[in-house]
Nanobody, 121 residues
Framework: QVQVVESGGGLVQSGGSLKLSCAAS????????VAWYREAPEKERELVAS???????SYVDSVKGRFTISRDDARNTIHLQMDKMKPEDTAVYSC???????????????WGQGTQVTVSS
């Protein structure tokens, strides 16, 4: 079955960088839009960035110019490069991928388990 797993979270100082990865596995026919979300304590989940199958990207205003989303379709992996990080970027980051599986060719949304990102001041 199709699975999505995030990696790359951790602790970083303010101004530093981290690169998150969202890897899809299983029998995959096609990956459509993939989005990164984050959820901080006592805050609502926020859409951070997304990338379409064609490569169109969008970002929430608070990360524009600092975060870059990209996709490596050969490896079924989507990355989120986070630079110039701020303490307010601290959250659990999760990816949501819209995937058409290669068995029954059904399209569903798949979520990963999330990865913790902590930015110290």
């Amino acid at each position: 079955q199709v699975q999505v797993v995030e990696s790359g979270g951790g602790l970083v100082q303010s101004g530093g960088s981290l690169k998150l990865s969202c890897a899809a596995s299983g029998k995959i026919f096609r990956i459509y839009t993939v989005a990164w979300y984050r959820e901080a304590p006592e805050k609502e989940r926020e859409l951070v960035a997304s990338i379409s199958k064609e490569g169109s990207v969008s970002y929430v205003d608070s990360v524009k110019g600092r975060f870059t989303i990209s996709r490596d379709d050969a490896r079924n992996t989507i990355h989120l490069q986070m630079d110039k990080m701020k303490p307010e970027d601290t959250a659990v980051y999760s990816c949501k991928a819209t995937i058409q599986d290669g068995t029954i060719y059904r399209t569903d949304e798949y979520w990963g388990q999330g990865t913790q990102v902590t930015v110290s001041s």
